[in-house]
C-alpha cells in the first residue's frame, strides 16, 4: 500500500501547488490593477530601487502594468505550471520504478558502483536515476511512451500529449531563446504550434488558463489511473 500512498501524496502535492502558482498569478494581477486605480485617483506612489538605482512614480508604474503582467508574471507563472508539470511526471516514474524494478534489469552498471552501493536498495536508487536522467532530455511524447510501457495506464491522450508538447516546447522558447520561436519549438510542438520561426512567443491569457487547467487535468488523470492499477 505504499506506492499508493507515495502516489497520493504526490497527486495532492501537485495540484495543491499548481492552485497556489495560479492564486499568486491572479492575486498579483489583482494588486496591479489596484495600484493603477490608486493612481487615478490622484494617490502619490514611489519605489526606489535601490540596486539598479531606479526610481519610478505611480504614473510610470501603471504604464509599467500591463506589460509586467503580461509579460514577466505571466512567463515566471506558466514556467512553474510547466515545472510541477515535469516533476509529477518524473516523480511518479521514480515511485512506479522503485517499486517494480523489474524493467530495469537488462541495464548496465559500472562494477565499481555495485562495490561501492551498501545494499540492493542505493543499486536500484541509482539505476532509477540514470533511467530518469536520460529520460527527462528526450520528448514529452517519449516519457508518456515510457510510462504505458511500464505501467500501462492508458492516459493521457494523444491530444493531450501533443498539447503538453507544445506547452514544454513554450516553456523550453521563454528559458533557452529569450522568448524567440526557433526550429527546436517547430520540432518539438507536434504540429500544434503557435508561432512561426523568428516571432516572439505570448502568452495570452486564455493559453496561461488553458495549460494550467489541462496540466491539472492530466496530473488528475494519470494519478487517479495509478492508484486505480495499485488497486486503490
Not at 108 to 127: C, H, N, Y
Request: net charge negative.
Amino acid at each position: 500500500m505504499a506506492l499508493i500512498d507515495d502516489v497520493t501524496r504526490l497527486r495532492g502535492d501537485i495540484l495543491s501547488s499548481l492552485d497556489e502558482s495560479h492564486n499568486y498569478y491572479v492575486h498579483t494581477k489583482y494588486v496591479w490593477r489596484l495600484l493603477q486605480e490608486m493612481v487615478r485617483q490622484g494617490r502619490q506612489v514611489t519605489i526606489d530601487n535601490q540596486v539598479t538605482g531606479t526610481t519610478v512614480d505611480g504614473a510610470e508604474l501603471s504604464s509599467l502594468t500591463q506589460g509586467y503582467v503580461t509579460g514577466y508574471l505571466a512567463a515566471a507563472t506558466f514556467q512553474h505550471f510547466v515545472t510541477l508539470f515535469e516533476q509529477f511526471v518524473f516523480d511518479l516514474l521514480r515511485l512506479w520504478l522503485t517499486e517494480h524494478p523489474g524493467s530495469l534489469a537488462g541495464k548496465e552498471l559500472k562494477f565499481r558502483m555495485v562495490l561501492e552501493s551498501p545494499d540492493k536498495d542505493a543499486i536500484v536508487t541509482a539505476v532509477v536515476q540514470k533511467q530518469l536522467y536520460g529520460l527527462a532530455h528526450e520528448r514529452v511524447a517519449n516519457w508518456f511512451d515510457y510510462l504505458e510501457s511500464i505501467a500501462k495506464l492508458g492516459c493521457p491522450s494523444k491530444e493531450q500529449i501533443e498539447r503538453l508538447a507544445e506547452i514544454k516546447a513554450s516553456r523550453d522558447v521563454l528559458v533557452h531563446n529569450n522568448g524567440i520561436v526557433n526550429m527546436i519549438y517547430l520540432d518539438k510542438s507536434m504540429g500544434q504550434a503557435r508561432f512561426a520561426e523568428g516571432e516572439r512567443l505570448e502568452l495570452p491569457e486564455h493559453y496561461h488558463r488553458d495549460s494550467w487547467q489541462l496540466i491539472k487535468l492530466v496530473v488528475n488523470d494519470v494519478a487517479n489511473a495509478a492508484i486505480s492499477k495499485l488497486g486503490g
